[in-house]
């Protein structure tokens, strides 16, 4: 096997040498009914060349050759092929957690310049070096929160990823938290009378996601001021990063989870993506996850090493922040990459032109008969649209023209049958633009 | 220095400050094709309010630049590819290249989670072979890939119990964990909202099957455990444990960081094991990347199975669809199906090997006994029963010149190798835990014995070496204290 | 050296009285077992605490200890000094780096602890067993 890196004669003077006669001595520690006797069923062994086929055959399964306008967390958007590069890069790629600080000082700087530029984007003071992703990142800043209030309600926004807010219902389960949502406006934004009704002096925190859902952004001073009106804490969720380079950062907020999916991360059907919580420096001991801090080393050399980790499951077991051990280092470290590429001027260019496109594509979708625009809040790169038809019945005649089209929103929203979200990015191109308005035109013509 | 030294020589690396310390106004290191559609004001399309201006701070730096910081940065870290990396617990193995390759294929990385199914039956046949694969390998019935990483896997697991146990009536109080266990246990237990008892371990660093009786009640939800556990030693009375549990109606769980040491030789599912999470960083060789991405999928026996979360993969007729209509579900644990990517590389991986995959673990083990053998006349052993892929050495002989665990760890940096995982587990004071993989040759096992062995000699004639190291490397000893004590977490202009 | 004004705890603890008010601190034995000390946490000033239960916790890089009441009462006031400068714990265990007054409800507690003799005799019989 060609991972393997001992011949047969190898093996045997090891053995010698460790004074056994057979290998299976070697599992003599097993009880003998337990010791598998027949070869495990699975498939292989395959040559690199089988696999690469293999997988070049799953490939083709899939949605090759598909123009999609899904966005709803998972974006598309250019990745510059110097950041898989450099990722690959064996002393990035096959090298550990930094604990042994000085001979992991690339990880090290790296993390330390990716919660530079978290806190650059979102406006907080500490950031950390990541969560599994956006969903988990926004379960365990409400985890925080009630760390940091000792209370119990939390009030989170029906327009908060609806995935985003199962993974909260579960994580909330088998703990004091009481979760309560509530709902949304003709705007598309977080109803503020009906929060402001909800808060006492028992909600731990108020939360919401922008742009949301909807693909909306929502008013981040003014939910700020109800939840620190009653001493609850605002948590912000982030679901499509790039619009942090254009739109208001989340600065008023207490605690910031967000999903850096966007800086770098292919859609991947779903993960690796980053998660990430940043938040203000008062809060740090409260915080999950790693943290890299500069310090100097014993010839007064600037160096890093991981830090406060007193918070972590290692040290503090069943008293941690969080069970968080393994969290997605190199997808941190790939936005880090793409986001020194783009730089301050990319990444405001980028998000200008997906304010643009967005804002093209929705201008182009109202001159379609019957169809217009479901909420009137500001949206950065997706919209919904109300269609006079189901949005499946659209889809399959848009997949006919090799279209992945508008998602139907009745399958988290009962209340929103027949509305689709449509995202474009920088990738979109004018012309798919009009092939899809073309196409929802086409579709909707069609007779019942 | 000793002659030993055959595998480190010094290298030059290139000093680099920060990426922030290199940015000057104007140089960027991407550009985006022109707009095709008219531009827009943006504060006039989203209002005033909405937007921002550019981000404060942000790096300015072309292409050229970033490639050269993060090449050079990248020289200061040791990685598998550079040599042996024996911290135990952790498998450090070979990462294989292809499976970096396909997890990039166009039609692989470039799917989107809510793609119509009939659109992703490629994405959804890989995460139903890789289920069958880790449940045969298993012997388990079911398998969930949802979970990002093993203490996440750890988490879905006791909330199966949980509401196994809660659709038995009463979902119980607490859960065993033995003390040699690692801190993801506790912690999680804890989420789970369970109360965690700690258990002793007996003399021979084994869960005690007889004081187990006494503790299990009616009280006890389940009891974790790792096997092989993190001493490197097979619990012989596991069966055992399994039906102590049962006759009570806990469950047993099995933390699978060291499946490793038992693929293609022993199936936790045959042993009594009713739930267990896989870290697919470790034993299936996906990349740690410096800390992750991981995935920490969870195998089953059938009666957890109308727990697992949702969405669940189901095939009917050849064709795949995502099932999310199950009423017992314990919900979702991560939004998607789990870091896809990260189970196409295993999926890559466990098909390379097919059921050879029991040569690799057998190796694991022929290497960790190896090693054993021949550092065990200068460091001392605490536990003497047999070891599987792991050995755990203390420090006690070398504390006596007052050399710990740290020193020696430290000064194998001078040599060429990544240190082992010192202090864990806790029940051993000073401990030195190896763990070499299948991954390595002979020769680089060798070369280890040799350091180790050179090391031990050095802290008996000249500790103050010991205790100083490394001497090679980039930075020294870093000031810890100062880091915790004045945390600086981030860059700020002028620092 | 442990000052013979104060009472000790298993735990490490100390306490001086001063009327019903309590001063509590840690070891200079704890201090030398944690290591470098880089956190304190410690309760608010009013929160009631009670005798041989964790108030607050002291940190060290790769430790945390939890600090047991040798006392019940009620917090009076809290060391603030401690916030900016956890190392003073290190350097003056018995004297600035107090941790919390308390105001006694049960007066009578103290009399329970050891004093300074019992506690220098309880600590050379750990650090025999730890060298053994």
């Known amino acids: ?420 979200l449509v995202c474009v990015t920088e990738t979109t191109t004018r012309e798919e633009i009009s092939r899809l308005v073309d196409g929802i035109d086409r579709a909707l013509k069609i007779p019942v | 220095m000793s002659e030993n030294i055959a595998k480190a020589g010094r290298h030059v690396n290139q000093s680099e400050g920060l990426i922030f310390e290199k940015s000057s106004p104007g140089k960027r290191g991407m550009e985006l094709p022109p707009l095709d559609v008219p531009a827009v004001d943006a504060a006039k399309a989203l209002g005033a309010e909405y937007v921002r201006e550019g981000v404060e701070g942000f790096p300015e730096v072309s292409e050229i630049e970033v490639v050269r910081h993060f090449t050079r940065i990248s020289t200061w870290n040791y990685a598998i590819d550079y040599g042996m990396y024996p911290l135990g617990s952790c498998t450090m193995k070979y990462n294989p290249r292809v499976n970096e390759f396909v997890a990039r294929l166009e039609g692989i990385a470039t799917e989107h989670p809510y793609q119509p199914v009939e659109l992703s039956q490629g994405c959804l046949r890989v995460l139903k072979t890789l289920e069958n694969i880790l449940a045969e390998v298993t012997g388990m019935d079911a398998v969930t890939l949802q979970p990002a990483a093993g203490a996440q896997g750890e988490l879905t697991g006791l909330l199966l119990i949980r509401a196994y146990l809660e659709s038995k009536g009463n979902p119980r109080k607490k859960v065993l964990i033995p003390d040699s266990a690692h801190g993801t246990n506790p912690a999680t237990a804890v989420i789970a909202g369970y109360a965690v008892e700690n258990i002793k371990s007996d003399a021979n660093g084994e869960i005690d099957a007889a004081r187990l009786v006494e503790t299990v009640n009616e009280d006890v939800a389940a009891l974790m455990v790792t096997n092989p556990n993190t001493l490197g030693i097979f619990e012989q009375n596991i069966s055992e444990i399994a039906e102590i549990l049962h006759a009570r109606g806990a469950l047993l769980y099995m933390d699978g960081a060291n499946m490793n040491a038992l693929a293609g030789i022993a199936r936790p599912g045959d042993f009594g094991v009713d739930v267990m999470h896989l870290n697919l960083h470790k034993t299936f060789s996906t990349p740690h990347g410096g800390g992750g991405p991981g995935a920490g999928p969870v195998a089953v026996k059938k009666i957890l ?64 006994n190896y090693i054993r053998k021949a550092l065990e006349d200068v460091y001392e052993l605490p536990y003497k029963l047999p070891c599987m892929h792991e050995v755990v050495f203390s420090d006690a002989r070398q504390k006596k010149n007052g050399v710990n665990t740290m020193d020696i760890a430290k000064r194998l940096i001078d040599y060429g190798f990544h240190p082992y995982t010192t202090a864990f587990p806790l029940i051993v004071p000073g401990a030195l835990m190896i763990e070499p993989t299948e991954s390595e040759c002979k020769e680089e096992c060798d070369q280890f014995i040799d350091a180790m062995r050179s090391i031990a000699e050095e802290a008996a004639t000249n500790p103050e070496l010991v205790k100083t190291a490394p001497h090679t490397t980039r930075v020294g000893r870093l000031d810890e204290v100062t880091a915790a004590r004045k945390p600086i977490l981030r860059w700020k202009p002028g620092q | 050296m442990y000052p013979t004004d104060c009472r000790y705890t298993k735990e490490h603890e100390w306490i001086k009285m001063d009327g019903a008010i309590g001063t509590i601190g840690i070891t200079d034995y704890a201090q030398h077992e944690l290591g470098d000390v880089v956190f304190v946490e410690l309760p608010q000033v009013g929160a009631k605490i009670e005798a041989g239960q964790p108030f607050g916790t002291v940190e060290s890089v790769k430790a945390v200890s939890e600090i047991y009441s040798p006392v019940s009462g009620e917090v009076a006031e809290t060391n603030s000094v401690l916030g900016n400068e956890p190392e003073k714990i290190n350097q003056d265990p018995h004297g600035a780096a107090w941790l919390v007054k308390i105001k006694l409800s049960n007066l009578t507690e103290v009399n329970s602890l050891m004093d300074a003799a019992a506690y220098q005799a309880y600590i050379a019989e750990k650090q025999k067993e730890t060298s053994a």
């Open chain 1, 1 to 420: 096997m060609r991972y393997l890196p001992k011949s047969d004669s190898e093996r045997r003077e090891m053995l010698r040498a460790i004074g056994l006669e057979s290998f299976d001595q070697l599992f003599q520690a097993i009880p003998e009914q337990y010791r598998l006797k027949q070869t495990l069923s699975v498939p292989g062994p395959l040559s690199e060349m089988e696999i690469i086929e293999y997988f070049r055959g799953r490939s083709a399964e899939n949605s090759r050759g598909y123009t999609s306008f899904l966005g709803a967390g998972v974006y598309h958007h250019h990745r510059s092929v110097v950041t898989d590069a450099l990722l690959q890069r064996g002393e990035f790629l096959t090298s550990y957690t930094p604990y042994q600080a000085e001979i992991s000082q690339g990880t090290l700087q790296a993390i330390f310049e990716f919660q530079t530029l978290m806190c650059q984007l979102t406006g907080q003071e500490v950031s950390n070096a990541s969560m599994y992703d956006g969903s988990t990142a926004l379960t365990e800043a409400v985890l925080m929160a009630e760390r940091l209030t000792a209370r119990q309600r939390v009030l989170v926004a029906r327009t908060v990823h609806p995935e985003y807010r199962q993974v909260l219902a579960t994580y909330a389960k088998n703990t004091r938290l009481r979760i309560e949502e509530f709902g949304f406006t003709s705007s598309g934004q977080a109803d503020l009378d009906a929060i402001r009704k909800a808060v006492d002096d028992n909600v731990a925190a108020v939360v919401v996601q922008s742009p949301n859902f909807f693909g909306v952004l929502e008013q981040f001073p003014a939910l700020a001021e109800i939840a620190h009106g009653c001493g609850a804490l605002c948590v912000v969720a982030i679901a499509e990063a790039v619009s942090l380079g254009i739109a208001r950062p989340p600065a008023e907020a207490d605690i910031v989870a967000m999903e850096a999916q966007s800086f770098g991360l292919p859609p991947s059907y779903g993960g690796p993506y980053a998660g990430v919580i940043a938040t203000k420096e008062k809060f740090v001991r409260q915080m999950p996850g790693r943290l890299a801090g500069q310090t100097t080393d014993n010839q007064g050399r600037r160096g890093f090493v991981l830090t406060l980790a007193t918070r972590e499951q290692h040290i503090r077991r069943e008293k941690a922040t969080s069970n968080i051990c393994t969290n997605q280092a190199l997808c941190a470290l790939a936005a880090t990459i793409h986001l020194c590429l783009l730089g301050k001027r990319g990444l405001r260019e980028q998000a200008g032109q997906n304010v643009a496109k967005a804002q093209f594509a929705l201008a182009q979708m109202e001159t379609i008969p019957g169809v217009r625009r479901a909420f009137t809040g500001p949206v950065f790169n997706e919209f919904v649209m109300e269609f006079p038809r189901s949005v499946k019945m659209i889809n399959a005649e848009l997949l006919k023209s090799k279209m992945i089209g508008p998602m139907a929103l009745g399958r988290f929203y009962p209340e929103l049958t027949k509305r689709g």
């Open chain 2, 305 to 368: 199975e109308p727990f697992l979360p949702t969405p669940v993969v189901v095939e009917k007729d050849g064709k795949f669809a995502l099932d999310h209509n199950r009423p017992k579900t314990i919900g979702r644990v991560k939004a998607f199906y789990g870091n896809f990517g990260v189970l196409v590389r295993a999926l890559a991986y466990a098909l390379a090997y097919g059921p050879g995959m029991r040569q690799a673990s057998e190796d694991a083990v022929l290497n960790a």
